[in-house]
């Protein structure tokens, strides 16, 4: 792949993209060390859940920011402990049970309404 320059997605700084990546170095390096301070503020607490909004406000991310993160795979030892409320039924369950922030109970019952 060619290298293009291109404006950083978080900080609009011009940088050389050289892979896939829409965020420039010195983004990237920020991002990678959230993601790490998340996983060991999760995985470190005494708490037995940690519900997302927590995560959200501490961090200052974006619901959306998480869910991308998330499925990316950057949250696989923390699934079971962050917690989040299903939008459809208000049941607290992990995010490791859930599709698009329903969780897998309701998301079933609305693939067999389709």
Do not use: H, W
């Amino acid at each position: 792949m060619m290298a293009n320059v291109a404006n950083c997605k978080k900080c609009g700084t011009l940088f050389l993209q050289t892979s896939k990546r829409d965020i420039c170095d010195k983004c990237f390096e920020a991002q990678n060390k959230m993601l790490s301070e998340i996983n060991t503020f999760v995985i470190t607490s005494p708490e037995e859940t940690i519900p997302i909004e927590v995560i959200l406000q501490k961090f200052n991310l974006t619901k959306d920011e998480f869910e991308a993160f998330y499925l990316a795979g950057k949250f696989v030892k923390i699934g079971q402990k962050v917690t989040f409320v299903c939008s459809k039924c208000g049941k607290t369950v992990p995010i490791a049970n859930k599709t698009n922030f329903i969780c897998n109970s309701c998301a079933k019952k609305l693939q067999n309404e389709i």
